[in-house]
């Protein structure tokens, strides 16, 4: 219907046309161009700064709440962060679907219920969303042979920064090597020792009359101690020699009182035992006398009469001793009493003499109290001198008056001018201003920062205490261009903007700049703008070459030029009919989108070719011009309309893909899809209307090639027919083979590409001063310089960083590493790979560790580079021991260089290890040696700023100490603590000990778990994927300690997921396909037979990877997934004529070699089109095509070898399929 009112109504379809054109050319004035594809990172980041933290504090204070804070966020996928010192970042990565502008509110929100809990150091934390258009369009070097460096520096601050600033599309621009003046009022010990002596001096004037009264009472208060001391030594003297005689009589009557008791008790004793011994005789006398009695012998008697009278003997003898005992007891007794007698006497007296000496004690000691009083008198009043004094000094210590924090603070009060308000007077008006701002030196080294009200001590002024000069950071400062002093410029642009258009634009207002301020020079570095061009360029020109190519094509096949200009008019048309819908749908002009223009130069012809071919066989039937247009189109529209949605179809399956494969090829999708839409409504308005005007004649001319070819191919069909089990077999050994091939291709993120920009990375050995530094880049800058391929070099240090560079290098000051931007010459004669090793080689030998990244605009950084292998745990000392190990492993796998085991990057400790028992006794704590500690190892700070004759000077404070404290200073600083009210000092070595340490220069953490990553570089000549299968083989057979894992990260897991989106999509895109060609079919068994040439066509795909030694990238499996729509199509042509001619009568086998030999031609024609116009992306022509290049390999060797095999192998799998039907026909 369509096609009858195209010829019919051909004025109307040529204003279609004029208006397309029209629209096309508007469109692609206004699109905007980048270098990829606009896209929304599921990333945020949140950076929080923590002033004077150590890593472990940055991780336990701030890192681990915002995780578990972020982690209850919705959609959130991972969590990611970086503890270093000053600084925590947490990165997260959410859902590709992920609205990132509610999330950055609930964020928000998360954050602000936290912080409060923060010490007052953490900063309020950054939210950032990470985006492409965050990277620099351009980075601009200046120097100059005329200014010096302040002057160069204040020509960009004034009017070159603000002027690129002010450009439309431009976000920010950032300087580095700017060398800026400052004042700094550096607090000096000298001064303030110096002032507070004269303080000292002053109060102790003040304080001497009094202490001079205290003296002399104190000195009468002695005098009378003495004549008391004196008075009381003779009154001692006296009472002792009396004491002392009285004391030796008593001892006297008491010694022989001991000497007569002790006699009394032995002549007692004796007296008892004689009385004892009289008793015993009686008792045997009469004993005796009885027993003489009763003896009868008289022999016996006379013996017991002698013993008798002895006895009696002993007993008178007894009785005499007993009376002398008696007469003696009786003389010891009486001695006794007298002696008794004598004591009481003395005791007496000693008692009196008792009396007297204790009255004399007491009038002494009341002396004695008297001048107690008087002493506690002069010392009450000593004290309160000395306290007085102590507090005066104190108070006076401009010391810890005037700290930094207390300078700054009083400076930014001096320094303040305000308005407050209005006054009116009659009908006038004031604004009542307060204040006045310093505008000199001079005023502000003057300025009087307290008053202390001491007698012949003048208001403290800031140079009184202070070293005020203006100073520059020179010296803090590295940026070379060529060689020269110079300043780097990074411009980025506003988000929504063209990348090419703000970098021309910037490029334009530098030559401005540089005729209106002559004395400076510049070089664009890094140029988006012009790489962006020169891709484009390439990408249009492999474009119409492709074009061009296709056209000669079609040419010489339809040997009619008549029928090739159809098709030649109807490629610009459907490529600007697609430029049109992009335009309107959003797409950009990018690598990606062009080089699905590019793609699909050769693709669009085929609906043309289709119906032109249909309509010039017609003509050539001799049907008339416009029914054979009408007719010729109509009949093909059905066949067209399908081939065309299954080749769409293939795309459609990337909405249900996400991230990196989603972002970048939903634009090469989209402008593919278009083309081939513009195409088929081309195919069925602009061809029948242009033929029905140009095919009013038709040449007889046959191709013999065409011929001779259909006859050969007749001649091998007619044999494989009898042999398709053969056939098959063979195809899908052959399809084996290549599987088998394939997995040893090796596998890559992206390709690399070949750009004029370079960049490189000077590391030095740790501990390395930023003068050796810098020393060594200029080594290094001048043997880059010398090789004949580089046009500018230049280099930069930061002597501190900040941010994600800061994260991302550790956290480490920066100091021991620089960075280069190297700019190659457009007209180069070697590779940028080329170029990289020769830098190494001339680097090999210098003492420091050099990179380079062969492309700054490599999308290879998209998805990580090299390997990377990730330890979890929770143990420091246990995740570097792992990775130590690991790193060995990597370093013993071939292929692997620069190997880092996560270590290296460490930052040497002094830890002050506080005794707290010591601490306590000098009344301090680990938290006040650390403000006082902190106090003076802190950097100088903005307070305040002045300006002078019209430049603007920021004011810095700061601590002497901080740049000439050594090691052993350090252990000899004085700490100042409370112990009863009194202020004590120490040194810090009496309260502490010192212990030397390296701690990791960053804490990483994945998931809330502490992580360690071991990575390294891939040799040149050797593949990521292979590689990285070889180190994840030897990582599998390591033994991890309970609670650590080891995984494998960096580009091969973006490459295994990244396979396995495009597994997915290619698998929905076979699916669709197939019930695409259901519909059309009407069958189940046909689309099946037709899903045969996919397989076939990446045998080719394969083949052509093997040929070429190309990796197996994400842009090669992208052509993968197009090789299927596009190779289908001659299966359908095929498939659906041996249908058609079966129905119309044909014999099985004759209409399987009737269709073959008919669309021998159309298929070869739409093959060999959709080839050439390839063919130059695949060679890769032009700067930026090594990036679409394996997807143009991988289509034309699948091309090649499925359009071979589609026309010799699917007419034996039909034939197989439909052996029922040929018997029983």
């Known amino acids: 219907m369509i096609s009858k009112f195209s010829v019919k109504k051909p004025y109307t379809v040529i204003v279609a046309v004029v208006l397309v054109i029209i629209l096309g050319i508007v469109s692609f004035t206004k699109m905007t161009t980048d270098l990829l594809p606009s896209m929304e990172l599921p990333y945020a980041i949140v950076m929080t700064t923590y002033q004077g933290a150590s890593p472990e504090t940055v991780e336990t204070t701030v890192t681990k709440p915002v995780e578990q804070s972020m982690a209850t966020i919705s959609n959130i996928k991972e969590v990611n962060s970086i503890s270093s010192e000053n600084m925590s970042m947490v990165i997260l990565e959410f859902e590709g679907d992920t609205d990132m502008n509610a999330v950055s509110l609930d964020m928000r929100e998360k954050l602000d219920m936290i912080k409060g809990y923060w010490p007052d150091e953490v900063g309020n934390p950054t939210i950032m969303k990470l985006n492409p258009d965050m990277m620099p369009v351009m980075v601009t070097a200046m120097d100059s042979d005329k200014l010096s460096n302040t002057e160069l520096s204040e020509l960009i601050n004034d009017k070159i920064a603000p002027s690129l600033e002010a450009v439309d599309g431009v ?38 009359e009094a202490q001079n009264k205290i ?21 001692n003297t006296q009472l002792a020699k009396a004491q002392t005689a ?87 007794n009486n001695a006794l009493k007298q002696i008794k007698k004598g004591k009481k006497t003395i005791n007496s007296k000693l008692t009196q003499f008792n009396v007297q000496s204790a009255t004399a004690t007491q009038k002494m000691n009341d002396g004695e109290i008297k001048l107690a009083q008087g002493e506690a008198q002069l010392n009450s009043s000593q004290q309160q001198l000395d306290s007085s004094k102590e507090q005066a000094k104190e108070a006076a210590n401009i010391k810890n008056k005037l700290t930094v924090a207390n300078v700054k603070a009083l400076l930014t009060a001096q320094n303040f001018e305000m308005p407050a308000g209005y006054i009116s007077e009659g009908n006038t008006q004031y604004l009542v201003r307060v204040g006045d701002k310093v505008t000199n030196q001079k005023d502000l080294a003057n300025m009087e920062l307290l008053d202390l009200g001491i007698k012949g001590i003048p208001p403290v002024k800031l140079c009184d205490v202070a070293d005020v000069a203006i100073v520059d950071n020179s010296a803090d400062t590295y940026c070379r261009v060529n060689g020269n002093n110079g300043v780097v410029l990074t411009v980025q642009k506003q988000n929504n903007y063209s990348t090419a258009d703000v970098a021309d634009k910037v490029a334009a207002k530098m030559k401005t700049l540089t005729k209106e301020n002559k004395g400076f020079h510049y070089v664009n570095i890094m140029d988006q703008g012009v790489y962006i061009d020169m891709v484009t360029g390439s990408v249009i020109q492999n474009l119409l070459m492709g074009a061009i190519l296709a056209v000669f094509i079609l040419l010489l096949f339809l040997k009619d030029v008549r029928p090739t200009i159809v098709i030649a008019c109807s490629i610009p048309l459907s490529v600007i009919f697609a430029v049109v819908l992009m335009y309107f749908t959003g797409i950009t002009l990018n690598v990606i989108s062009l080089s699905g223009l590019a793609l699909g130069v050769g693709m669009l012809v085929d609906n043309s070719i289709v119906v032109i071919e249909n309509i010039y066989r017609l003509r050539k039937e001799g049907v008339p011009v416009k029914e054979a247009a009408i007719t010729g189109a109509r009949g093909v529209a059905g066949a067209i309309t399908s081939s065309t949605l299954t080749t769409i179809s293939v795309f459609l399956p990337i909405v249900f893909t996400t991230g990196l494969t989603k972002q970048l090829f939903v634009d090469m999708g989209l402008t593919i899809g278009y083309s081939l839409v513009a195409s088929l409504i081309v195919a069925v308005t602009f061809v029948p209307m242009m033929s029905a005007g140009v095919l009013n004649k038709v040449t007889q001319k046959d191709s013999k090639v065409i011929n001779k070819l259909q006859t050969l191919y007749r001649k091998v069909m007619t044999r494989l027919l009898n042999r398709k089990i053969i056939v098959v077999a063979v ?143 929770n143990d420091l000392n246990k995740l570097r021991s792992i990775g130590k190990d690991i790193a060995q492993i990597v370093e013993d796998t071939k292929g692997t260089q620069n190997i880092s085991n996560g270590s290296e990057e460490t930052t ?144 091969m897991e973006s490459i295994q997921e990244t396979t396995g989106q495009i597994g997915l999509m290619l698998l929905l895109a076979v699916a669709f396909m197939y019930l695409i060609m259901v519909a059309q079919f009407q069958s189940l068994k046909s689309p099946f037979i037709i899903l045969f040439t996919i397989p076939m066509a990446f045998t080719g795909g394969f083949l052509g990877l093997l040929i070429t030694g190309k ?14 729509g596009i190779i289908v199509n001659n299966g359908i042509v095929l498939v659906d004529t041996i249908n058609q001619l079966r129905e119309s009568g044909y014999e099985f086998e004759e209409a399987i070699l009737t269709a073959g030999t008919m669309r021998v031609r159309p298929i070869l024609m739409t093959a060999l089109t959709t080839i050439l116009g390839l063919s130059t992306m695949a060679i890769g022509l032009g700067q930026g095509a090594e990036m679409m290049q394996p997807m143009a390999i991988v289509t034309i060797g699948g091309l090649i070898y499925g359009t071979l095999l589609t026309l010799l192998v699917v007419p034996c799998i039909y034939g197989l399929f439909n052996r029922r039907k040929k018997k029983a026909e």
């Open 731 to 873: 195809t899908l050994a052959l399809f084996a083979g290549s599987i088998f091939g394939a997995m040893n291709i090796g596998s890559s993120l992206m390709p690399s590409m070949d750009s004029t920009q370079m960049t490189m990375t000077i590391k030095m050995p740790q501990g390395s001063s930023m003068e050796e530094t810098a020393s060594m880049t200029d080594t290094v800058m001048k043997k880059v310089k010398e090789i004949k391929d580089v046009d500018s070099v230049a280099g930069m240090i930061s002597s501190g960083s900040s941010g994600i560079s800061s994260m991302t290098s550790g956290g480490s000051s920066n100091e021991d590493q620089s960075s280069m931007y190297v700019l190659l010459k457009e007209k180069k004669k070697h590779t940028n790979k080329e170029i990289k090793k020769e830098i190494l080689k001339k680097t090999k030998k210098f003492d420091c560790e050099v990179e380079v990244q062969e492309s700054s605009m490599d999308m290879s950084a998209l998805g990580g580079s090299g390997i990377s292998v990730q330890i979890k745990g």
């Open 246 to 332: 009285l004391t030796d009589g008593q001892l006297s009557l008491a010694q022989k009182e001991v000497q007569v008791t002790s006699s009394i008790t032995n002549l007692k004793v004796q007296k008892q035992s004689l009385q004892t011994s009289l008793k015993t005789l009686k008792t045997q006398i009469a004993k005796m006398e009885e027993q003489a009695k009763q003896v009868p012998d008289a022999a016996t008697k006379m013996q017991l009469a002698a013993q008798i009278e002895e006895l009696k003997k002993q007993e008178t003898t007894a009785k005499s001793s007993i009376k002398a005992l008696d007469k003696n007891l009786k003389t010891l």
């Open 171 to 208: 976000a920010s621009v950032s300087s580095t090597g700017l060398v800026t003046e400052q004042i700094n009022a550096i607090i000096s010990e000298k001064k303030i020792n110096k002032l507070n002596e004269k303080i000292e001096k002053a109060l102790n004037g003040q304080f001497d």
């Open 1111 to 1124: 990796d197996l990238s994400a842009i090669a499996m992208i052509g993968f997934v197009m090789l299927a």
């Open 215 to 235: 003296d002399q009472a104190r000195a009468q208060m002695e005098s009378g101690k003495n004549t008391l001391d004196a008075q009381r030594t003779k009154a």
């Open 908 to 1051: 040497p400790d002094l830890h002050v290890v506080v005794d707290k028992k010591k601490a306590v006794k000098n009344g301090l704590t680990v938290a006040t040696i650390y403000q006082q500690l902190s106090e003076k190892l802190k950097d100088a700070s903005e307070a305040t700023t002045i300006t002078i004759n019209e430049k603007e000077y920021s004011v810095n404070v700061g601590n002497s100490a901080k740049n000439t404290l050594t090691r052993d200073d350090l252990k000899k600083v004085k700490l100042t603590g409370t112990v009863s009210g009194k202020e004590k000092e120490v040194t810090l070595d009496q309260v502490a000990n010192f212990r030397n340490s390296d701690s990791l220069s960053s804490i990483n953490r994945n998931q809330q778990e502490r992580t360690l990553s071991v990575t390294s570089e891939i040799k040149d000549g050797y593949n990521v994927g292979k590689v990285s299968s070889a180190v994840q083989k030897k990582i599998k057979k390591y033994n991890a300690p309970k609670g650590y894992s080891i995984t494998m990260k960096g580009e």
